[in-house]
């Protein structure tokens, strides 16, 4: 059942590199991670890659797969062509450390520029009580495990290492949009420091990042895009500024 | 070396960020402490971002008969009463404020009708107990924690205008010694996987929470990680290890295809309505209903159907027993030919639930099953078997304080932890020990730190664990680390699995000892930068001794009691319950010696039916009615 395939792997880090082929086995059913390891394992012991979990909960495999940011770990091998050769590569939009690993320390730094969740100072331990409706929309968003192909294939920085200083990126505007419908968080006005201090503004909207989740959140649909309705709104409407002043939400406790 | 060597101090060191280590790192802070937070993976990967169901705790939300008191029983039960009483009983009273408190924090459970946390069923439990975001409640509890010590961070960058002032996270960074001196923990050496280079943390306290050793075998759960790094660093360091032989076999696992082999199948199917069949269409389960349980679980399916509406009034399907029963009922049905051609059984939802009722409470297991596996759950069964997931035995410590015994200065809490799940561990009651007991080893190691003061390290102790780094480097033409780690995974998995016989185990202990004298010489190729070969010799390390530690203690207990079965001694047998084995380390080998067992107080022994009790004790315990 095994068959032979033609894998042309990125190998180098931060000064030089470049693609170097290998053929390796395959078996029935298996993920490129696999294979990977199967390299690993047997022809190139210091083959540097990231994975923990291998069942697409962890989202540490992030690499690029024929130039796709992907899970190596949900990406089947019966999904490519018997002859085909499988580019392997790290991911473009962060530095390389070495062969597939990059350097995402970006994100992290992004996550801490983030004003965290605020709830009512007076709110005790067991008291909450929230509809289940009203906790999905945040919920969709706390599915995020944290793979970064979103930023990664960001074209706002993917090639425009300038972008990074003022952009959060989609990962975090879905963490700023879970924040901002968090039935529990009094901070007010997430949506506007997302487009003011966050880069919301320079996002338009190609959808690129909803393509690549690998949970399927509807992260353009669902974070960005009423996020950005509703700070137009705001800006321009005198009484809905006036009302985003006053209370933010009411009843919900 | 030495004036290369990066160094840093902190009261507190925290190995592991799981969601342990980060528990114990959030009390720490809190305690006004600085702390370093080590890592092997990225922050936010570790290994709790795969638990599923949920994390067990009384709140009483679905049914308010549930208290503390039940919690506490069914956790003994479950253990089959060789838990240490003490941890099940604080870990049963603080749950609930655990997790009450993670919802202040920003966590999202799943609700009830009336805005309450909803908590759902769950094997061994007696009412719906788990709290649970769909089937992904580690990754809420993970990504929780997270944001809580990021929080911490902003505060403490505003007041200080350092962010890091207080608690540090330093990523990707493999501990390979506890220091001591003057037979205190001094600090913890390692290095940075991204580049290869050492570093030494200079703190007088250090917390394991390191989790696992699934590695240790073929097919497991498990990620990378789970090594056994924390188990083996307090053994070395003096600690001890109780009641190793103690592993838990999930019973469903994914058992095709081959690359998903060993990936764990939440028990939230069965919790849901998922039932098992054979090859023949049987419903085995119920054959397999042991007598200590037979008043708790239907003998019949339409009883058993009943139960998912009415809970007063039925008794529950078998498919809901402790993992062990259904691991070893598994076991039996795939040897007595009734399994798939990949070795499994069926699990099916898909007869019980509609199509969009499965998709919405066991989203992930949907998209794990049909994306690797090509089959769709809400349709076709799916096909499982056991497989290797948690490690009950674990560093001997102290309840209240999680202070490991023997070893001032060191803290363990989470899976690296031995004691609270006794010889089985119910499902959700890691989650939740790991909030209690890591809560507690914040404080306890905070405690500690505050009435010793600071412990500083001896240039000997650095050049002892900086010989260690370097020697895999100086070997040439050794060992292939990656070889010899397939082939002690074999003979784990082959000799010391799910049933186990003493010509076994102890062939077992003669291959270790074989492949741990031939690991002595392993060599690694590439540089010291993100070089997982060199990573990996130092995994196999400790593997190697936990491996030893779990064979020989399984040696040593004639009988067969939850995560633990011999072929050759199938009963379980009162007198055994009274033992614990502790492991230690020589430095050469690991020996085992035997314990009593703390036995039960008069207040919790009352808790108790007699009978139920007289199933597990001697007549001598009995009489004398707990300990005091």
Redesign the interface.
């Known amino acids: 059942m095994a068959r032979t395939i033609k894998l042309r792997i990125w190998r180098g ?1 931060a000064k030089d590199g470049g693609l170097q082929d290998v053929t390796v086995d395959a ?5 490129v991670l ?1 294979v990977i390891h199967r390299v ?3 022809q190139m ?16 495999c992030s690499m690029e797969i024929n130039g796709k940011p992907r899970l190596a770990c ?1 990406t ?1 091998m019966a999904n490519f062509e018997e002859d085909e050769t499988i580019t392997i590569t790290p991911l473009r939009a962060f530095p390389v ?3 597939l ?1 990059t350097d ?1 320390s970006f994100n ?1 730094k992004k ?2 520029e983030i ?3 605020e ?1 009512p100072a007076d ?1 005790k ?2 008291e ?5 409706i009203d ?1 999905e929309r ?2 969709e968003f ?5 793979c970064f192909l979103c930023q990664d294939t960001c074209h706002v920085i993917r090639d425009h290492e300038e972008n990074k200083k003022s952009f959060a990126g989609p990962r975090f505007f879905i963490r700023i949009a879970e ?1 901002d419908m ?1 039935p ?2 009094m901070l007010r006005n997430r949506k506007q420091k997302a487009q003011e201090e966050h880069g919301l503004g320079m996002c338009n909207i190609t959808k690129c990042c909803t393509e690549v989740c690998p949970e399927h959140i509807r992260i353009t649909d669902n974070a960005i895009i009423p996020m950005k309705e509703r700070v137009v709104d705001v800006k321009y409407d005198p009484a809905r500024w006036l009302g985003s002043k006053i209370r933010k939400r009411d009843g919900i406790l | 070396m030495s004036e290369q060597l990066e160094r840093y101090s902190y009261d507190i060191v925290v190995i592991g960020a799981g969601g342990a280590g980060l528990r114990a790192a959030v009390e720490a802070r809190e305690a006004g402490l600085r702390v370093a937070i080590i890592c092997k ?5 570790a ?1 709790t ?2 638990a599923e169901g949920g994390v067990a705790a009384s ?1 009483g939300n679905v049914n308010e008969s549930d208290n503390w008191m039940v919690h506490f029983r069914d956790t003994m039960r479950g253990g089959k009463f060789l838990n240490h009483y003490r941890m099940a009983e604080l870990h049963a009273k603080e749950a ?2 655990r997790v ?2 993670l ?4 966590a ?4 009830t009708k ?3 946390i ?1 908590q759902r069923n769950f094997g061994g439990h007696e009412y719906p107990r788990l709290a649970h ?2 089937d ?1 409640t580690g ?2 509890l993970i ?1 929780t924690m997270q ?1 809580r010590i ?2 911490m ?2 505060k403490d ?1 505003r007041e200080t205008g350092n ?1 890091e002032s207080f608690i540090k996270v330093f990523a990707e960074l493999t501990v390979t010694e506890i220091t001591k001196e003057n037979g205190k923990v001094s600090g913890a050496y390692g290095y940075w996987r ?1 580049s290869g280079k050492e570093v030494f943390f200079e703190a007088p306290a250090v917390v394991l929470a390191t989790g696992g050793v699934g590695k240790t075998f073929k097919i497991t759960s498990n ?3 789970g090594t056994g790094d924390g188990h083996a660093l307090a053994l070395k360091a003096g600690g001890n290890l109780v009641d190793m032989e103690f592993l838990q076999f999930h019973p469903t696992g994914m058992v ?5 082999r060993g ?2 199948v939440t028990e939230s199917v069965r919790g849901d309505g998922g039932v098992l069949t054979n090859t023949d269409g049987v419903r085995f389960m119920f054959n397999y209903i042991p007598d200590v349980f037979k008043d708790k679980y239907a003998d019949n399916e339409a009883e058993a159907d009943r139960w998912y509406n009415d809970q007063a009034n039925n008794r529950r399907p078998p498919e809901l027993l402790p993992r062990d029963e259904v691991a070893r009922a598994i076991n039996s049905e795939v040897k007595a030919g009734r399994g798939t051609e990949h070795g499994g059984v069926f699990l099916d939802v898909s007869k019980r639930l509609p199509a969009d009722v499965i998709k919405k409470k066991l989203p ?1 297991m949907w ?2 099953f049909y ?3 090509g089959v769709d759950i809400t349709k076709e069964a799916m096909e499982v078997g056991p497989t290797c997931h948690y490690v009950m035995g674990g560093v001997e410590v102290d309840p209240d304080s999680a202070a490991a015994v023997g070893v001032p200065g060191l803290f363990a809490a989470g899976e690296v932890a031995g004691g609270m799940h006794g010889s089985n561990r119910l499902g959700g009651n890691s989650l939740s020990d790991l909030l209690v007991f890591g809560r507690r080893a914040g404080v306890g190691a905070s405690e500690y730190v505050k009435s010793n003061g600071a412990n500083p390290a001896s240039e000997d102790s650095l050049k002892v664990a900086h010989e260690r780094i370097e020697k895999p480097f100086s070997q040439v033409g050794g060992e ?4 010899l780690h ?1 082939e002690l995974q074999e003979v784990a998995h082959n000799l010391v699995g799910i049933i186990r016989t003493r010509a076994e185990l102890e062939e077992a202990i003669a291959k270790i000892a074989d492949i741990r004298e031939r690991a002595k010489s392993v060599s ?4 010291r ?6 990573h990996l010799t130092f995994d196999l390390d400790n593997m190697l001794l936990i491996a030893e530690s779990t064979a020989k203690s399984a040696l040593l207990r004639e009988e067969s009691r939850g995560g633990h079965t011999r072929d050759d001694f199938p009963g379980m047998n009162a007198q055994w319950r009274q033992v614990n084995h502790i492991s230690s380390f020589n430095g050469d080998h690991v020996s085992v010696r035997q314990q009593p067992l703390p036995s039960l107080p008069k207040e919790l022994f009352d808790l108790f039916d007699i009978h139920e009790l007289e199933k597990y004790m001697t007549p001598e315990e009995i009489a004398k009615g707990g300990s005091n």
């Open positions: 880090n078996n029935e059913g298996e993920v696999d690993q394992a047997t012991n210091d083959l540097a890659v990231r994975w923990n979990c291998k069942a697409g909960k962890c989202g540490s949900m089947q450390i070495k062969d690993v995402v992290y996550a801490m004003p965290a969740f709830p709110l331990p067991g909450p009580r929230m509809e289940q906790v945040s919920q706390r599915k995020c495990i944290e924040l968090h529990l968080d | 993976s990225l922050f936010g990967k290994h971002v795969m709140m609930p404020e009450w408190e919802e202040l924090w920003g999202l459970f799943d609700r009336e805005g309450k909803s975001v769909g992904r990754l809420e990504r944001q990021v929080a961070q902003q960058g962010p991204e990620s990378w990680e095709w295809p081959p690359s998903v990936l764990l992930s998209h794990q994306e690797l596996a292939n680390p990656y070889a397939q690694v190729s590439g540089g930068e993100f070089n997982p070969g060199f």
